[in-house]
């Protein structure tokens, strides 16, 4: 059956956080259901939907932010009663909006994530999970890294408490009380949990991640160990995904799977047989999607998909007229049901904008008496800085609640901006100081009207670190701006994974001094990305890292007094020696430092690196000759140069076939060319970066051979670029 959906939005509360909109039990088959939403307003609003309109059930005063909302209920009961998070706070109220439950939980954090099964309460903070049973503390255990997300397996069905938490370190955490019973490692940060099919399948074991580069995933969760289903892969470069539900909404028998990314995607895949889901259809909204449920909302007998934007609208997906079947009478009344709701919509526009124009005049006559004071409006913002694996790029979203005006991007280290095909902003650079300690980077992005979302894509250069500041400016009166701040670490393309590879040639960096575990870890996370900010528990830690560029990868092992750095390529321990003694330095600690260089280690890098660069420089040359050819016989831009040659010259038989096949190629190798700007001189900058590092490590300065070494890279073979690094000494 073709998936036939329609449109409808109901209405908008304040901003939402994840998983803060849920729907209530029908009270019938195929009966509307109430929608309940908490905002970070702190109000929890309950409406249904009469007559193609939405009525509200009850709404409470503004509070603290809610960062969750779950329904619960006694097991195997409709689960109606509605529970809220709120800084350390947990409340309950009933469907009609009588609050019956404040538990004060005395949690140090705030609650980032919660789950209700019964009378057990599963909460968990930054770092902390805490379960409670009838408010009663009863498990507590404190995580490696930041929990995004909790879920228990369904009691009912595997006879324990089985709680998993979604950690950013890429690991499915699975908890027997206050222990961890098992490790389960996910090919991203998860940031979101459901259980499949609403139950957990058959078993009852089976869980549906999401992770934050947009990896979709099922693991059946044992006793003792996992066994992982499917997964697919994000090979449309979306969005991270933040909800997921099942719904049967082509009323096959089978529910399907509803996911929603951060992107404004919203996805739902079949299961057409037992293997891997299948994408049947998507829906783009205009920003991230927080909450995603499936029900009968907005007439009975007709499923739908309901959303829930970042800015709070409640958006709806129906079936009503996609299964909607009839003669030149129905189609009337459809006709009679869109003007009717047209003519209403057109009121309350008016309606709306007679109460804008009396708020400005308030606002220009108060802002002009002798007792006006200043008042800045206040705006949220959803940021996002993440490193792309893909391109080796770091992405910076930035939405906002009202539509975004300008975008000012500053930056005091090296940094390129990339292409990105979503960004329909216009942008434009300002020349920066010659300081070294000033600008580096100042670009504007002007946005469109009613952008709401802006997406940029940085490649950073390893060694140089510093800070980015994003300066926001929105669509409202009187202009405000909120400026956020990004760091750029000294090994910003490195990258979290699970295990490294033993056999390749690696360096070594020892440290040794009067320092606590707490002072390393804290040098380690002021070096590399995706490293928790709180100290491991524990008297040691290792991670692992692959630079995202290069694929070379290091390994990082410190505790009380002692570090180890090993990696295969000496520039990341060249990096590593320089920061870490300035910033032992800053602190008055004396640092004893040792290293080991593998020479095999450079050959090894290099042959890492040479691939890339043969191709970088492939591409250049192709990009130049179709400059080259464009400036001498072609000004038709968005035509295609070979059809624009052979119109020219009859046909093409006199090019060499290297040549038909460049220009055949022209629109989509101009493209990538864009997309990677200085591509190849961060190639050239890595090379030389090595054979500088290689010598220095031995303590001779061969910057004077740089020029030599350069001059060599230009169309180089693999062989004559090693015998240059080994001959040099």
Same mark, same amino acid.
């Given at each position: 059956?073709?998936?036939?959906?329609?449109? $409808?939005?109901?209405?908008?509360? !304040?901003?939402?956080?994840?998983?803060?909109?849920?729907?209530?039990?029908?009270?019938?088959?195929?009966?509307?259901?109430?929608?309940?939403?908490?905002?970070?307003?702190?109000?929890?609003?309950?409406?249904?939907?009469?007559?193609?309109?939405? $009525?509200?059930?009850?709404?409470?005063?503004?509070?603290?932010?809610?960062?969750?909302?779950?329904? !619960?209920?006694?097991?195997?009961?409709?689960?109606?009663?509605?529970?809220?998070?709120?800084?350390?706070?947990?409340?309950?109220?009933?469907?009609?909006?009588?609050?019956?439950?404040?538990?004060?939980?005395?949690?140090?954090?705030?609650?980032?994530?919660?789950?209700?099964?019964?009378?057990?309460?599963?909460?968990?903070?930054?770092?902390?999970?805490?379960?409670?049973?009838?408010?009663?503390?009863?498990?507590?255990?404190?995580?490696?890294?930041?929990?995004?997300?909790?879920?228990?397996?369904?009691?009912?069905?595997?006879?324990?408490?089985?709680?998993?938490?979604?950690?950013?370190?890429?690991?499915?955490?699975?908890?027997?009380?206050?222990?961890?019973?098992?490790?389960?490692?996910?090919?991203?940060?998860?940031?979101?949990?459901?259980?499949?099919?609403?139950?957990?399948?058959?078993?009852?074991?089976?869980?549906?991640?999401?992770?934050?580069?947009?990896?979709?995933?099922?693991?059946?969760?044992?006793?003792?160990?996992?066994?992982?289903?499917?997964? #697919?892969?994000?090979?449309?470069?979306?969005?991270?995904?933040?909800?997921?539900?099942?719904?049967?909404?082509?009323?096959?028998? $089978?529910?399907?799977?509803?996911?929603?990314?951060d992107d404004g995607v919203l996805e739902i895949y079949s299961f057409e047989s037992a293997d891997d889901p299948v994408l049947r259809y998507d829906y783009v909204l205009s920003e991230s999607i927080s909450s995603i449920q499936g029900g009968c909302v907005g007439k009975d007998g007709y499923d739908e998909v309901l959303a829930c934007t970042y800015s709070g609208w409640l958006t709806g997906l129906t079936t009503e007229l996609g299964y909607r079947e009839g003669g030149a009478g129905e189609e009337l009344k459809l006709s009679q049901e869109m003007q009717s709701k047209i003519s209403s919509l057109r009121n309350e526009v008016e309606h709306l904008q007679m109460k804008v124009l009396g708020e400005r005049e308030k606002y220009q006559q108060s802002s002009q008496s002798s007792s006006a004071v200043s008042s800045v409006p206040a705006f949220s913002v959803n940021d996002k800085f993440t490193l792309n694996k893909d391109d080796a790029s770091y992405s910076l979203i930035l939405e906002v609640q009202a539509a975004i005006d300008i975008?000012? $991007?500053?930056?005091?280290?090296?940094?390129?901006?990339?292409?990105?095909?979503?960004?329909?902003?216009?942008?434009?650079?300002?020349?920066?100081?010659?300081?070294?300690?000033?600008?580096?980077?100042?670009?504007?992005?002007?946005?469109?009207?009613?952008?709401?979302?802006?997406?940029?894509?940085?490649?950073?250069?390893?060694?140089?670190?510093?800070?980015?500041?994003?300066?926001?400016?929105?669509?409202?009166?009187?202009?405000?701006?909120?400026?956020?701040?990004?760091?750029?670490?000294?090994?910003?393309?490195?990258?979290?994974?699970?295990?490294?590879?033993?056999?390749?040639?690696?360096?070594?960096?020892?440290?040794?001094?009067?320092?606590?575990?707490?002072?390393?870890?804290?040098?380690?996370?002021?070096?590399?990305?995706?490293?928790?900010?709180?100290?491991?528990?524990?008297?040691?830690?290792?991670?692992?890292?692959?630079?995202?560029?290069? !694929?070379?990868?290091?390994?990082?092992?410190?505790?009380?007094?002692? !570090?180890?750095?090993?990696?295969?390529?000496?520039?990341?321990?060249?990096?590593?020696?320089?920061?870490?003694?300035?910033?032992?330095?800053?602190?008055?600690?004396?640092?004893?430092?040792?290293?080991?260089?593998?020479?095999?280690?450079?050959?090894?890098?290099?042959?890492?690196?040479?691939?890339?660069?043969?191709?970088?420089?492939?591409?250049?040359?192709?990009?130049?000759?179709?400059?080259?050819?464009?400036?001498?016989?072609?000004?038709?831009?968005?035509?295609?140069?070979?059809?624009?040659?052979?119109?020219?010259?009859?046909?093409?038989?006199?090019?060499?076939?290297?040549?038909?096949? #460049?220009?055949?190629?022209?629109?989509?190798?101009?493209?990538?060319?864009?997309?990677?700007?200085?591509?190849?001189?961060?190639?050239?900058?890595?090379?030389?970066?090595?054979?500088?590092?290689?010598?220095?490590?031995?303590?001779?300065?061969?910057?004077?051979?740089?020029?030599?070494?350069?001059?060599?890279?230009?169309?180089?073979?693999?062989?004559?670029?090693?015998?240059?690094?080994?001959?040099?000494?």
């Amino acid at each position: 059956m073709e998936v036939s959906l329609a449109r $409808v939005d109901y209405l908008q509360v !304040g901003v939402t956080a994840q998983k803060t909109m849920r729907l209530l039990p029908a009270s019938g088959r195929r009966a509307t259901q109430k929608v309940v939403v908490g905002d970070q307003d702190g109000v929890i609003t309950c409406f249904g939907i009469k007559k193609g309109e939405p $009525v509200t059930v009850f709404k409470t005063l503004p509070g603290p932010k809610i960062a969750r909302l779950e329904l !619960g209920g006694a097991l195997n009961t409709p689960q109606e009663k509605i529970f809220v998070a709120t800084g350390s706070e947990v409340r309950g109220f009933t469907k009609r909006g009588k609050q019956f439950l404040s538990f004060e939980t005395n949690l140090t954090e705030d609650i980032k994530a919660m789950h209700i099964s019964g009378a057990d309460l599963f909460l968990c903070a930054s770092y902390i999970y805490n379960h409670y049973c009838d408010c009663k503390d009863k498990h507590y255990y404190l995580s490696r890294d930041k929990i995004n997300d909790v879920l228990c397996l369904p009691v009912d069905k595997v006879n324990c408490i089985t709680p998993v938490l979604a950690c950013q370190d890429r690991v499915l955490r699975v908890l027997q009380g206050s222990d961890l019973l098992h490790e389960i490692e996910v090919p991203g940060p998860p940031t979101v949990l459901a259980l499949n099919n609403g139950d957990g399948g058959n078993s009852g074991e089976e869980i549906v991640y999401g992770t934050s580069d947009g990896k979709l995933g099922l693991i059946q969760i044992t006793g003792s160990a996992s066994v992982p289903k499917w997964e #697919i892969e994000n090979e449309k470069k979306r969005g991270g995904i933040l909800c997921i539900d099942s719904f049967d909404i082509l009323r096959d028998g $089978v529910k399907e799977l509803l996911v929603g990314r951060d992107d404004g995607v919203l996805e739902i895949y079949s299961f057409e047989s037992a293997d891997d889901p299948v994408l049947r259809y998507d829906y783009v909204l205009s920003e991230s999607i927080s909450s995603i449920q499936g029900g009968c909302v907005g007439k009975d007998g007709y499923d739908e998909v309901l959303a829930c934007t970042y800015s709070g609208w409640l958006t709806g997906l129906t079936t009503e007229l996609g299964y909607r079947e009839g003669g030149a009478g129905e189609e009337l009344k459809l006709s009679q049901e869109m003007q009717s709701k047209i003519s209403s919509l057109r009121n309350e526009v008016e309606h709306l904008q007679m109460k804008v124009l009396g708020e400005r005049e308030k606002y220009q006559q108060s802002s002009q008496s002798s007792s006006a004071v200043s008042s800045v409006p206040a705006f949220s913002v959803n940021d996002k800085f993440t490193l792309n694996k893909d391109d080796a790029s770091y992405s910076l979203i930035l939405e906002v609640q009202a539509a975004i005006d300008i975008v000012l $991007v500053q930056s005091d280290v090296p940094v390129d901006l990339l292409d990105v095909d979503k960004n329909s902003a216009v942008v434009s650079f300002s020349n920066c100081d010659s300081d070294p300690n000033g600008n580096c980077l100042l670009a504007t992005y002007r946005c469109q009207a009613n952008t709401t979302r802006l997406e940029l894509k940085i490649r950073s250069i390893e060694g140089r670190y510093g800070t980015l500041q994003a300066y926001v400016t929105p669509r409202i009166q009187p202009k405000t701006c909120q400026v956020y701040q990004y760091q750029i670490k000294p090994l910003s393309l490195h990258q979290r994974t699970h295990s490294i590879d033993q056999d390749r040639p690696m360096n070594t960096l020892m440290l040794k001094g009067q320092f606590s575990f707490a002072e390393i870890h804290s040098w380690v996370v002021f070096c590399l990305p995706e490293v928790p900010e709180r100290t491991p528990p524990g008297d040691s830690v290792t991670f692992y890292f692959q630079n995202t560029f290069l !694929g070379t990868q290091l390994e990082s092992t410190y505790r009380i007094g002692e !570090g180890c750095f090993k990696s295969d390529n000496i520039s990341t321990i060249s990096i590593l020696k320089d920061v870490l003694s300035k910033e032992a330095t800053k602190r008055k600690i004396n640092l004893n430092i040792s290293f080991d260089i593998n020479e095999e280690s450079v050959r090894h890098t290099l042959k890492l690196i040479h691939p890339k660069l043969e191709y970088q420089q492939l591409l250049a040359k192709k990009v130049h000759l179709i400059d080259a050819l464009r400036g001498m016989h072609f000004n038709y831009p968005g035509d295609s140069l070979l059809e624009e040659l052979q119109v020219q010259e009859g046909n093409v038989d006199f090019l060499v076939p290297e040549y038909r096949s #460049i220009l055949k190629e022209a629109d989509q190798l101009l493209e990538e060319y864009k997309k990677q700007p200085a591509h190849l001189e961060r190639l050239y900058g890595m090379i030389t970066d090595l054979f500088i590092d290689k010598f220095k490590f031995r303590g001779t300065n061969v910057k004077s051979k740089v020029p030599l070494l350069l001059e060599l890279l230009d169309g180089c073979e693999q062989d004559r670029l090693i015998a240059f690094f080994e001959a040099a000494a």
